[in-house]
């Protein structure tokens, strides 16, 4: 009788099983929020197909065809037309800062060499280092120029060549020429590893410490928060900084990632980066009252880490509202960093404007953190 | 610093602490003087680890004051913290660092200097220095507890607070740890240390009996046996358990203890339960003999008034 199964032990089992359960309100909270954070942000934010890209415009010939095509370009809705420049080297400041995705040149006498039936040509360049932002927009152009001229042409020695387009549209995609989408997500990779491991490590650290007891011994020493808070941190920025190693050898050896700018100021951003993570992990351990509430809250800030920050998913295609989530999350920055650094070769200053932001982060978390961290067991 | 302060190591009165509705400690007042050993005693839940939280400066009371060591126990707990060595009721160092990095450890977290020639001492006096590298998750619980003390030794504090030291621990393991606890105290350190065992509770210079956050009583064993005034019978005969039934509730009985072949039957009116005594002795065939109650009956017994006055 003893093998065999008992139904009165069994529902026991469940029955326990649901009752703590019950108990543990974090984790209950996370069966609920989980789906319905990823609802929200599969359902809504998520959008692979990016529209109203920010677009410059370098108009040399300021003339009816080249308006024409420009509205062409602005219906198609890929692309937004922010702002007007007047010269090459402001095209190319925009595009390595990332503040535009795309820079439209009409060349000078493009309206004379059109109606001419000359071809003129009409230069996009695009900020391709996620091929996937640009792809569909660079895909439409060729259409979309043909049925805005289309009208326009009517009668012009253009338009009796049906055979060929009226413009020579050259798209030049910038930064990753043959759009290897590698390259954009090898480097994406680097911080969403480092998001990962970081957070989680850090996150045990203390709770580990509270589960077992010790926390009481550390906390009846003369020890300060800040001391142990920052203590913690240090093993793991190395062990991140060897992951980063690993990662970026692999990347540049393996995957064939260009690297274009500094070494030294792309480890100065790990860095910073590491840091930014290991204090939210600490500060989270500081949270949870145990090592599996510790991971919860991990996973809860993985998540829209990984599909908010323009890793998974063009950051530019995102609704307005999951933008700004978007941006307080510092793996957002880091990419935007990484991808300055190893595809445009981008300089301190270009980066600063992504540095900032990380180092905000942290300061925040920090005062949060320290705030949280009992230093006594109340 | 004023003159009392100066021969009290802890000296704190009115110390209230809530854990949300639940009123843990009320209205603690203690006075231990210096090089004295303490014995905290009451039942699980009485608030004797908050309450010696509360010394070290682990816990903020809610209200009231005092001072541990002549510091200030509210602001002044960092200063606490370096002069107190404070032994958790569970052990709580690091089982996954060896002993000796364990102490190593405790020893940086103290600031303290020339580590080495203390650390290679205290295993030398602990009797482990063959066992250094050893994890201290492999030791066993006489082990740890030893392992333990030493810690919140090593920075040689003023007071030492042991909470529980001797839980689970053999009686040979707590025997050598009271002699060593005598032996700090004849050094001049003060000890304040919660136990449950009546025989530790008779090797202290003082001690307080606390129950439902409340201290009952404090004084010598000797003063605390003689506050409480109780009479006592030691009952020996035929079928105990049976004939225990049959007492309660008889004039004098207000508590019957059973000690394996002998009963404790103890009462607060000592003329009362005289007779009862006496009237059961006629009627046979049980003995009984009169006996001055011990600690664990005095305790028994307040437990019992304290229940009726504070729950």
Known sequence: ?378 | MSGMDRDLAINVTGLNKYFGPKHVVCDLSLQVKHGEIFGFLGPNGSGKTTSIRLLCGLLKPDSGSGTCLGYDIIRETSSIKREVGYMTQRFSLWEDLTISENLEFIARMYGMKDRRPLIDQALEKLGLTSRRDQLAGALSGGWKQRLSLAACMLHKPKLLLLDEPTAGVDPKARRDFWEEIHQLAADGITVLVSTHYMDEAERCHRLAYLAYGHLLVSGTSQEVVDSQALAGYEVTGPDLAQYARTLHGLPGVDQITAFGTTLHVVGRHAAELERTAASKRAEGPHEWKQIRPGLEDIFIGLMETAKDNYT
């Open chain 1, 1 to 378: 009788m003893s093998t065999a199964l008992s139904w009165s032990r069994w529902s026991g089992i469940i029955i326990k099983e649901f009752i703590q359960l019950k108990r543990d309100r974090l984790t209950f909270g996370m069966i609920i929020g989980i789906p319905i954070m990823q609802l929200i942000l599969f359902g809504y934010a998520i959008n692979s197909d990016p529209k109203h890209l920010p677009t410059a415009v370098l108009d040399a010939d300021h003339s009816l065809y080249g308006r024409s095509l420009l509205q062409g370009l602005k219906n198609s809705e890929y692309f937004r037309i922010d702002r007007e420049i007047a010269t090459e080297a402001e095209a190319g400041d925009l595009l390595a800062h990332g503040t535009v995705q795309f820079v439209v040149t009409i060349p000078p006498d493009f309206e004379k060499k059109l109606l001419r039936g000359e071809r003129p040509a009409l230069l996009i360049e695009a900020d391709a280092t996620d091929p996937n932002a640009t792809g569909n927009a660079l895909a439409a152009v060729a259409g979309v120029v043909r049925t805005a001229l289309a009208r326009d042409l009517k009668g012009t020695p253009s338009a009796a060549s049906p055979a060929s387009d009226p413009v020579d549209v050259r798209l030049h995609r910038s930064y990753n020429p043959e759009g290897i989408t590698s390259y954009n997500i090898v480097p994406g990779l680097l911080g969403t590893i480092l998001t990962m491991t970081m957070i989680l490590m850090t996150g045990l650290a203390m709770t580990r410490e509270r589960e077992r007891g010790t926390f009481e011994n550390l906390l009846a020493t003369p020890a300060r928060p800040l001391e142990v808070m920052t203590g913690k941190i240090v093993p793991y920025i190395l062990i991140g900084l060897i992951q980063v190693t690993l990662l970026l050898g692999a990347a540049l050896l393996v995957f064939r990632v260009p690297m274009m700018g500094s070494v030294l100021l792309l480890y100065l951003s790990v860095s910073l980066f590491i840091a930014a993570n290991l204090t939210l992990g600490i500060t989270f351990s500081s949270i949870a009252r145990n090592q599996l509430q510790a991971m919860q809250m991990t996973f809860f800030f993985f998540l829209p880490s990984i599909l908010l920050s323009g890793f998974m998913f063009p950051f530019r295609g995102m609704p307005e509202w999951a933008q700004w989530v978007g941006t307080v999350l510092p793996l957002t920055h880091f990419l935007r960093l990484v991808r300055g650094i190893m595809l445009k070769g981008n300089t301190f200053v270009e980066l600063w404007p992504n540095i900032w932001p990380i180092g905000l982060f942290m300061l925040a978390v920090i005062g949060l953190g320290l705030g949280v961290y009992r230093k006594t067991l109340d």
